[in-house]
């Protein structure tokens, strides 16, 4: 695609075509154009929306119309008061969209119209310029300061259709309708509902279901094909609930390594495939696989890997530029890969290495603990050693016994020094860990320990 031409908003082509579900019923493309020139013509001045929009429909068209009147939307990771000062300060006309819950936030604000546009079935689907900036997504600090990353309309568009396509989505009819329990502000969430439905011909459903129950409402409220798009962790809660779900065709999930007993179980319990993403907000989502019958990963279309000096760089596709990945990846000859956990996860004890991924997968493994991670602080421990230790949430087991287990699991270097057992984790809205977050987990356990 070449610099300044244009690209469909959506390649929804007929205007009763369905590009969402709300409980009041399908969306259909006339209805989403109405609602966007509504929207559109109320937003202020100002080249940049903070999207806080809980409805995932009204998340869209507040995307759609900062797209046709030449605005960046911008989606960082959270909503805190730190995080919307440090928007303030990147991007200084920075004003908020939001559907009921903008109120504690610090911006100027514009509450999403309660009542729908007229349609009369005249409009027509725009056209974005390729070139054009279109979401600034933030990564999300789990392993550092969050840096901004800026994506064409034209990438974004390669990206969603790459994942359509790798899919085996047909792009030429209906698609799947699509419920999804992360997010349309994370960068997962955005490309496997969002883009999915702009550009992969699916329906996503408004709502973000959270409990096990909602999610097995909301996917009874779309017809079928259905694709649930989630996270270990609800995938997790949702087999263990017990909660009966309606029939699906296909579950996508990432942001967190996916176990392969979790996936097999998955695919078992819920009669459908279970393909899981990988990625990076700097780079997009880049390669899918099933995680139930193979380890290797299969690229996206026009994506392609390099190594040099123990770095893998993405380009190609939808990628813009060449973008270094933070994993460490075994390259395979046609092109796949194997993925071996992130450069960061390493560690080096008395002359012996490991991944915090692998210890987390033997950790997990455990029969009783329902979540656990370990964890390397920043910071040296009373007496000035820096030590390996672990959060585990058990209701049946004790310290010592998670620790018996773990030695037939892992070298003997490795046990935590403190195990501590906790409640929960503190995983946010994706299921990821903020390393911040552990450190102050950490140092709280350490100002009531005796």
């Given at each position: 695609m070449s610099a300044g031409r244009g690209i469909a908003l959506t390649a929804h082509c007929s205007p009763g075509g369905i590009i969402a579900h709300r409980p009041d019923g399908a969306v259909t493309v006339a209805r989403f154009l109405a609602d966007v020139g509504q929207l559109a013509a109320l937003l202020p001045a100002g080249d940049s929306i903070l999207n806080v929009c809980e409805d995932r429909y009204r998340f869209m068209v507040g995307l759609a119309a900062g797209l046709v009147t030449g605005k960046v939307s911008l989606l960082p990771a959270s909503q805190t008061p730190e995080t919307v000062r440090q928007l303030k300060a990147f991007a200084?006309?920075?004003?908020?969209?939001?559907?009921?819950?903008?109120?504690?936030?610090?911006?100027?604000?514009?509450?999403?119209?309660?009542?729908?546009?007229?349609?009369?079935?005249?409009?027509?689907?725009?056209?974005?310029?390729?070139?054009?900036?279109?979401?600034?997504?933030?990564?999300?600090?789990?392993?550092?300061?969050?840096?901004?990353?800026?994506?064409?309309?034209?990438?974004?568009?390669?990206?969603?259709?790459?994942?359509?396509?790798?899919?085996?989505?047909?792009?030429?009819?209906?698609?799947?309708?699509?419920?999804?329990?992360?997010?349309?502000?994370?960068?997962?969430?955005?490309?496997?509902?969002?883009?999915?439905?702009?550009?992969?011909?699916c329906a996503a459903w408004a709502g973000r279901p959270f409990y096990p129950a909602d999610i097995a409402a909301a996917l009874a409220a779309v017809p079928r094909p259905r694709l649930l798009v989630t996270t270990p962790l609800h995938l997790r809660a949702l087999l263990d609930s017990g909660v009966p779900v309606p029939a699906l065709d296909m579950i996508l999930s990432a942001t967190a390594?996916?176990?392969?007993?979790?996936?097999?179980?998955?695919?078992?319990?819920?009669?459908a495939p279970l393909h899981e993403i990988y990625g990076c907000t700097e780079a997009g989502q880049l390669a899918s696989r099933r995680t139930a019958v193979e380890s290797r990963w299969t690229l996206f279309p026009g994506v392609r890997l390099e190594q040099r000096d123990g770095t893998t760089t993405a380009s190609g596709g939808h990628v813009e530029g060449r973008v270094p990945l933070a994993d460490r990846l075994e390259l395979n000859a046609d092109?796949?890969?194997?993925?071996?956990?992130?450069?960061?996860?390493?560690?080096?004890?008395?002359?012996?290495?490991?991944?915090?991924?692998?210890?987390?997968?033997?950790?997990?493994?455990?029969?009783?603990?329902?979540?656990g991670c370990f964890f390397m602080p920043d910071d040296p421990a009373p007496g000035g050693t820096t030590r390996l230790c672990a959060f585990v949430v058990s209701p049946t087991l004790t310290p010592d016994q998670v620790l018996a287990a773990l030695r037939d699991r892992i070298d003997a270097v490795f046990l935590p020094r403190?195990?501590?057992?906790?409640?929960?984790?503190?995983?946010?809205?994706t299921g990821k860990l903020p390393r911040g977050e552990l450190q102050a987990l950490l140092d709280s356990r350490r100002k009531v320990r005796p």
């Amino acid at each position: 695609m070449s610099a300044g031409r244009g690209i469909a908003l959506t390649a929804h082509c007929s205007p009763g075509g369905i590009i969402a579900h709300r409980p009041d019923g399908a969306v259909t493309v006339a209805r989403f154009l109405a609602d966007v020139g509504q929207l559109a013509a109320l937003l202020p001045a100002g080249d940049s929306i903070l999207n806080v929009c809980e409805d995932r429909y009204r998340f869209m068209v507040g995307l759609a119309a900062g797209l046709v009147t030449g605005k960046v939307s911008l989606l960082p990771a959270s909503q805190t008061p730190e995080t919307v000062r440090q928007l303030k300060a990147f991007a200084a006309d920075l004003f908020c969209l939001h559907d009921g819950k903008g109120d504690a936030i610090d911006l100027p604000r514009l509450r999403f119209p309660e009542q729908p546009a007229p349609v009369d079935g005249g409009e027509q689907i725009p056209e974005i310029a390729t070139d054009s900036v279109a979401v600034c997504l933030f990564t999300s600090g789990s392993t550092g300061a969050p840096l901004a990353q800026r994506k064409t309309w034209g990438a974004l568009v390669s990206n969603g259709r790459a994942e359509a396509e790798r899919l085996g989505f047909n792009l030429g009819g209906g698609g799947h309708a699509i419920v999804g329990t992360v997010p349309a502000q994370h960068s997962y969430g955005f490309e496997s509902t969002i883009l999915l439905s702009l550009h992969g011909r699916c329906a996503a459903w408004a709502g973000r279901p959270f409990y096990p129950a909602d999610i097995a409402a909301a996917l009874a409220a779309v017809p079928r094909p259905r694709l649930l798009v989630t996270t270990p962790l609800h995938l997790r809660a949702l087999l263990d609930s017990g909660v009966p779900v309606p029939a699906l065709d296909m579950i996508l999930s990432a942001t967190a390594p996916l176990a392969e007993s979790l996936a097999r179980e998955a695919e078992a319990r819920l009669g459908a495939p279970l393909h899981e993403i990988y990625g990076c907000t700097e780079a997009g989502q880049l390669a899918s696989r099933r995680t139930a019958v193979e380890s290797r990963w299969t690229l996206f279309p026009g994506v392609r890997l390099e190594q040099r000096d123990g770095t893998t760089t993405a380009s190609g596709g939808h990628v813009e530029g060449r973008v270094p990945l933070a994993d460490r990846l075994e390259l395979n000859a046609d092109g796949g890969f194997l993925l071996h956990g992130r450069h960061a996860d390493m560690i080096n004890i008395a002359g012996k290495r490991s991944s915090l991924a692998y210890l987390d997968h033997q950790l997990n493994a455990i029969a009783g603990i329902d979540d656990g991670c370990f964890f390397m602080p920043d910071d040296p421990a009373p007496g000035g050693t820096t030590r390996l230790c672990a959060f585990v949430v058990s209701p049946t087991l004790t310290p010592d016994q998670v620790l018996a287990a773990l030695r037939d699991r892992i070298d003997a270097v490795f046990l935590p020094r403190p195990l501590l057992m906790v409640g929960r984790l503190p995983r946010n809205a994706t299921g990821k860990l903020p390393r911040g977050e552990l450190q102050a987990l950490l140092d709280s356990r350490r100002k009531v320990r005796p």
